[in-house]
């Protein structure tokens, strides 16, 4: 079920923002007060600029919390 969506640019002030949408997820998470650890699936329906590293960053921040709430 769709919670939240938020745009990336409401955030940076950038317009067409291209990163990953960190800022994003991270205000939707908040919202419902859910921990990223508890997350199944983050989809975002654009192809956007990020680096495979910054995903992958994400990713294992994701994992480390996760394991650390365990």
Known sequence: ALLHAANEER?????QEGRFPKA?????????????????????????GASSTEVRRFAARVAEESTAAR
């Open 24 to 48: 994003s997820i991270a205000y939707c998470l908040e919202a419902e007060g859910i921990e990223a650890s508890a997350l199944e699936v983050v989809a975002h329906g654009w192809q956007f």
């Open 11 to 15: 955030f940076s002030r950038r317009k």
